[in-house]
């Protein structure tokens, strides 16, 4: 079935280190997405790409770097400059990012300072 | 800036009855407006979309309405059941010089009780 893997479910850092969350969709979506869910807030923008080897800043870019050299592949990494990486983050694509194109998301990733 | 805005932030009811979930937007310069339901831990699925030109839309027991010059929408459940339950996130679409990109409200945090 085609849809968003996001990997791992949980993931927990130490201060001072960097990790990365990963994001796969067989979709063949040009554009992806990652956000920010903090708890009992609604979803905020860090990084999007609207095709490959492309990516924009989002509301909440400070603190993560993005990469995207395959299609399919968006990882986010959240670095020792983020203080405060303890939320849920999601990952989303679409068709592109034209209007009214649909966004899909995968289940998650749960980020948690050790 | 577009903000969204969500009302009330948790709702619990009987099983049966009919409810509304309100959402409001500042800025009624949107491509199209969306609601999502989330169930905890998971990412998130797109119950309606209402396209800027539409007044609604509806999908089975579910009916989402747009004003969109007053910058109101509502999503109505009928006769709601405990697998319901869950949070409920409208989102607006708006465009940006780099493509378009969904803004969130906090979401309604809804409980059906049996």
């Known amino acids: 079935d085609g849809g968003i893997t996001q990997s791992p479910k949980y993931l927990f850092r130490k201060e001072g280190q960097n990790v990365t969350l990963s994001c796969e969709q067989n979709?063949?979506?040009?554009?992806m997405y990652w956000y920010r869910q903090d708890p009992g807030q609604g979803l905020r923008l860090i990084y999007y790409?609207?095709?490959?080897?492309?990516?924009q800043k989002g509301d909440i870019a400070e603190g993560y770097s993005v990469s995207r050299e395959k299609k399919e592949s968006f990882p986010l990494t959240v670095t020792s400059a983020q203080k405060n990486p303890t939320a849920f983050y999601l990952c989303?694509?679409?068709?592109?990012?034209?209007?009214?194109?649909?966004?899909?998301f995968g289940d998650g990733t749960r980020l948690s300072i050790l | 800036k577009q903000e969204v805005t969500q009302i009330p932030a948790a709702l619990s009811v009987p099983e049966g009855e009919n409810l509304v979930l309100n959402c409001s937007f500042t800025?009624?310069?949107?491509?199209?407006l969306q609601w999502f339901r989330q169930d905890p831990g998971k990412g998130l699925t797109s119950l309606l979309l209402?396209?800027?030109?539409?007044r609604e839309q509806t999908s089975g027991r579910l009916n989402a309405s747009l004003d969109k010059s007053s910058g109101r929408s509502t999503l109505y459940i009928a006769a709601s059941q405990p697998g319901d339950s869950a949070t409920y996130l409208c989102a607006v679409q708006v465009q940006e010089t780099s493509g378009s990109r969904l803004t969130f409200g906090e979401g309604t945090q809804l409980t059906v009780n049996p």
């Open positions: 209402i396209q800027s030109s539409q």
């Open positions: 979709l063949n979506h040009d554009a």
């Open positions: 989303a694509s679409s068709v592109s990012t034209g209007r009214s194109r649909p966004q899909h």
């Open positions: 790409s609207q095709i490959v080897n492309d990516f």
């Open positions: 800025d009624s310069a949107i491509y199209n």
